[in-house]
């Protein structure tokens, strides 16, 4: 199972995401958090392979969180989804460790399908999109 986190104050966007993840991939595991302390507490207990993060939280923003998980656990992917498709924060996103950043509106599953893929076959893991096939 691919375990995944959504970061995302926004319930009708998380839901709307969460939705559509499970469609395509079913075989993803899906937690939620709203803000930055919840999703540290979903890190801690579940261990994601995976979060999709937004930048405006409530509290602690999405980037500084971002920093926060890479320096616990490197090995988790994050993708920041957000509205503010700014240099400054897409800078700001790598700099802090993201693996990808999507502007929510140019946001496609394909697109994201094959982002999943190509950052998990750069760490060595066999994935492709369809099959839980990775240890």
Do not use: W
């Not at 602690?60 to 989804?81: M, Q, V």
């Amino acid at each position: 199972m691919l375990k995944t986190l959504i970061v995302e104050d926004s319930a009708a966007f998380r839901k709307t995401f969460k939705d559509a993840l499970c469609k395509r991939f079913p075989f993803m595991v899906i937690e939620e958090a709203l803000d930055g302390t919840e999703a540290m507490q979903k890190i801690k207990t579940s261990l994601p392979d995976l979060v999709f993060m937004d930048i405006r939280l409530p509290g602690e923003s999405g980037l500084e969180l971002t920093e926060r998980i890479k320096a616990s656990h490197p090995e988790i992917a994050i993708i920041i989804l957000t509205a503010y498709d700014l240099p400054e924060y897409r800078e700001a996103a790598y700099n802090g460790g993201a693996d990808a950043f999507i502007p929510k509106s140019s946001l496609n599953l394909a697109d994201i399908a094959a982002l999943i893929e190509s950052i998990f076959s750069d760490r060595g893991l066999d994935f492709d999109g369809k099959h839980n096939r990775y240890a």
